[in-house]
């Protein structure tokens, strides 16, 4: 059964960092996009950042971009989000989520099949 797992969130004062990682287990996922999504209280999921599955390909949202940084580590299928500079705004839950690498935009919730549980991130101003 595919999974992905999120680990690293917590609390973090404005400015801080946090690394969040998301392992994959019960297929490999190599060769799959993985993108990484937040949803605030009473929010819609929005997009934060997605990487390709050779990991040539990196999007980032305008609100993340010189941020954030988002990259693969294949050989242990998992991708690693570090957080940099944080900002009260950036309180959410946040998902990861995986897709093939062909066909349509990284950036929509859409077209992901899998996804995580969730890791909470809360930055305090």
């Known amino acids: 059964q595919a999974q992905l797992v999120e680990s690293g969130g917590g609390l973090a004062q404005a400015g801080g960092s946090l690394r969040l990682s998301c392992a994959a287990s019960?297929?490999?996922?190599?060769?799959?996009?993985r993108g990484w999504f937040r949803q605030a209280p009473g929010k819609e999921r929005e997009f934060v950042a997605a990487?390709?599955?050779?990991?040539?390909?990196?999007n980032y949202a305008d609100s993340v971009k010189g941020r954030f940084t988002l990259s693969r580590d294949n050989a242990k299928n998992t991708v690693f989000l570090q957080m940099n500079s944080l900002e009260p705004e950036g309180t959410a839950v946040y998902y990861c989520?995986?897709?093939?690498?062909?066909?349509?935009?990284?950036?929509?919730?859409?077209?992901?099949?899998?996804w995580g549980q969730g890791a909470q991130v809360a930055v305090s101003s």
């Open positions: 019960g297929r490999t996922f190599v060769g799959y996009a």
């Open positions: 990487i390709s599955g050779n990991g040539f390909n990196i």
């Open positions: 989520a995986s897709r093939s690498s062909s066909g349509g935009s990284y950036c929509r919730t859409v077209g992901y099949p899998y």
